[in-house]
């Protein structure tokens, strides 16, 4: 029903085996801007997105909303907190419209004692979520707002749509969420964003984000 064998995660599973560990999972849906998890939450639930965005977020020490990561189809979030059993370390809240599985912390560490191989995939995952937001943070805390804003976008190009004028970002994000996702104003986002389009590095299509020149934005994020 949910073929949780194509999800990364749970990859390594057969048909048969993810069918045997479907009646666990809860399937929920959550409308734009709901709040999924809080920092400081217990870490009740391990979460899959099946459709839509999930933010995952922290307050900086001035009360200003930073982006660390934002979470698509077929990836996981909560998954450090519920492994090791410490507090969900941010906030997770959705970007837009999305629909959730997510399962139990004792029902999950079943899985995992079952299936070796997920294990070893779960373990992979965090540790590359850990070194993405440890890297994150660095870029806020070192690095120009033009140089972060060039490597989140960057980023999320990995999962864009090729098109004839350029890679076209498959989510609409306001000047508001890149601004929190590089931890500056909308102003200098603002102001950031129209220097690449007036450079022909970026440009907008039907409301998104279009990368016209993926090798000069690469060049831009160094600081």
């Known amino acids: 029903m949910y073929q949780l064998e ?4 749970f990859g390594s599973l057969s048909h048969e085996e ?3 560990i479907e009646a666990v999972f ?3 849906s959550r409308r734009k801007r ?3 998890f809080s920092e400081g939450d217990p870490p009740s639930w391990f979460y899959m997105v099946l459709e839509g ?3 995952i977020t922290k307050l900086s020490q001035e009360g200003k909303e930073i982006i660390l990561e934002v979470i698509g189809p077929n990836d996981i979030f909560g998954g450090v907190a519920v492994v090791r059993s410490f507090p969900y370390p941010a906030n997770a809240i959705a970007m837009e419209d999305c629909v959730l599985l997510k399962v139990s912390r004792e029902d999950l560490l079943d899985i995992l004692k079952r299936f070796p191989a997920v294990t070893m995939a779960l373990f992979q995952n965090l540790g590359l979520r850990l070194q993405n937001s ?4 660095k870029e806020i805390a070192l690095e120009k707002v033009l140089a972060r804003i060039a490597s989140l976008l960057v980023k999320l190009g990995k999962s864009g749509k090729n098109t004839p004028e350029g890679l076209l970002l498959d989510t609409r994000f306001t000047k508001q969420e890149i601004a929190e996702m590089v931890g500056t104003t909308v102003e200098t986002s603002i102001r950031t964003i129209s220097g690449l389009k007036k450079e022909g590095i970026i440009g907008e299509k039907n409301g998104s984000i279009l990368i016209k020149d993926m090798e000069r934005l690469k060049e831009k994020t160094s600081p």
């Open 134 to 137: 440890h890297e994150s943070r």
């Open 26 to 28: 809860v399937r929920e």
């Open 6 to 9: 194509k999800m990364a995660v």
């Open 18 to 20: 993810a069918l045997s």
């Open 34 to 36: 709901d709040t999924i």
């Open 53 to 55: 965005k999930v933010k």
